[in-house]
């Protein structure tokens, strides 16, 4: 049975940093391109990064490139996403994704890929 947790998320000051995990069991995610997409409660889905299988690229949403990385840790079937500089407009649930391709599909569709986690939850407020 395939399982994504993420972790990580909590409340932060503006211009703060979380870092969010994304553990995987069932799976190795090492085979898996691995993204994270976002939803504020009654907002839209807004795909926000990913990290390709075949070569680790990573690929960005526009509002976050530059202060967002997201990275693998191969050794613990893990993937981050290190959050910096947060504001306001960061704030909402944060989903970890995961197909097997090699390349990840367009971020701005994130969500589509095969396995989801439950999410975890970032605030942002002073």
């Known amino acids: 049975q395939v399982q994504l947790v993420e972790s990580g998320g909590g409340l932060v000051q503006p211009g703060g940093s979380l870092r969010l995990s994304c553990a995987a069991s069932g799976i190795a995610l090492n085979f898996y391109s691995v993204g994270w997409f976002r939803q504020a409660p009654g907002g839209v889905r807004e795909g926000v990064s990913c990290i390709s299988s075949s070569d680790d690229s990573t690929h960005y949403a526009d509002s976050v490139k530059g202060r967002f990385t997201i990275s693998r840790d191969k050794s613990k079937n893990m993937v981050h996403l290190q959050m910096n500089s947060l504001n306001p407009e960061d704030a909402a649930y944060y989903y970890c994704?995961?197909?097997?391709?090699?390349?990840?599909?367009?971020?701005?569709?994130?969500?589509?890929?095969?396995?989801w986690g439950q999410g975890t939850r970032v605030t942002v407020s002073s």
């Open positions: 994704t995961a197909e097997p391709r090699p390349k990840c599909r367009s971020v701005s569709t994130i969500w589509n890929m095969d396995y």
